[in-house]
């Protein structure tokens, strides 16, 4: 059994930033991903095993960015500019990555999942 860890989140005013961050124990390509009530769970950014290959979903685009930590199996997402509608739960996951320089946009194709943490931007 895979086990993420994941760690920040919280409660942040609207134009503050905030950081989450995940362990994985091992080599894996990594993405987060959040669902608010109600809603169906939305990719928010995925980042491959090397580093190399990013990307964004497009509401989250040019305000937060995805990174590998200093331990290569944590993945780092710095939040800016939070608004409102990003209040939500997120949830860090892991897959193999047989394909470079892809990155899987949909939940079922990650195959490990932490238990979320949850980011409320107040207005």
């Known amino acids: 059994q895979v086990q993420l860890v994941e760690s920040g989140g919280g409660l942040v005013q609207a134009g503050g930033s905030l950081r989450l961050s995940c362990a994985a124990p091992?080599?894996?390509?990594m993405g987060w991903f959040r669902q608010a009530p109600g809603k169906e769970r939305e990719f928010v950014s995925g980042i491959s095993w090397s580093g190399t290959t990013i990307h964004y979903g497009d509401s989250v685009k040019d305000r937060f960015t995805i990174s590998r930590g200093n331990a290569k199996n944590t993945v780092i997402l710095q939040m800016s500019s939070l608004k409102p509608e990003d209040t939500a739960r997120y949830f860090c996951a892991a897959r193999a990555e047989w394909e470079l320089g892809v990155i899987k946009t949909t939940p079922d194709e990650y195959a490990y999942w932490g238990q979320g943490t949850q980011v409320t931007v107040s207005s």
């Open positions: 091992g080599r894996y390509a």
